[in-house]
């Protein structure tokens, strides 16, 4: 968790559970949980060290930042590089907090070109669907995201 989510956590005004997959029931928990040890075994997380890293890899693949700072959402094509740089169409009219988004509806190139760099944990099959990619700058980002049963594998 990073910025006012932290703050919010650490202020003792939310409570996060942390349980490794084979612990139950936390499927039928009514709040989010921390699933830990999940990705420890994904290419990702050697190959994806860094945002430059992962630039080097994937920088001219296509997507979009997305703005959410703003009264409405506010979406502009770019590529990675671009993105992580604040150069060209990603840096009009967006804050810094804008995400870089891609996913199987709009443009799934960059998710095939990862696929190899991770796979769907086990203890999560039975909520695989649509798969989402999000890239952010250091200070980027959005604090509170909400989907109904979804699951997030953060490489930090």
């Known amino acids: 968790l990073f910025g006012f989510a932290s703050a919010v956590c650490?202020?003792?005004l939310c409570d996060l559970q942390r349980v490794g997959p084979d612990e139950k029931p936390w499927m039928q928990a009514d709040h989010p949980v921390v699933l830990t040890g999940l990705l420890d075994e994904w290419p990702a997380m050697r190959r994806w060290s860094s945002a430059a890293a992962f630039a080097d890899l994937f920088g001219d693949m296509p997507g979009y930042a997305r703005d959410h700072d703003q009264l409405e959402l506010r979406d502009v094509d770019t590529t990675v590089s671009d993105?992580?740089?604040?150069?060209g169409s990603a840096a009009a009219n967006l804050s810094?907090?804008?995400?870089?988004?891609v996913n199987d509806y709009e443009d799934s190139r960059l998710l095939d070109k990862i696929s190899a760099d991770f796979s769907l944990p086990d203890a999560l099959s039975s909520i695989a669907a649509l798969?989402?990619?999000?890239l952010e700058r250091e200070d980027a980002g959005v604090t509170f995201?909400?989907?109904?049963?979804?699951?997030?594998?953060?490489?930090?």
Do not use: D, P
Not at 96 to 101: D, E, G, M, Y
């Open 10 to 12: 650490a202020a003792g």
């Open 83 to 87: 993105y992580l740089n604040g150069v």
């Open 96 to 101: 810094r907090s804008a995400a870089f988004f």
């Open 131 to 134: 798969r989402v990619f999000a």
């Open 145 to 156: 995201h909400r989907h109904e049963a979804a699951w997030q594998g953060l490489v930090a």
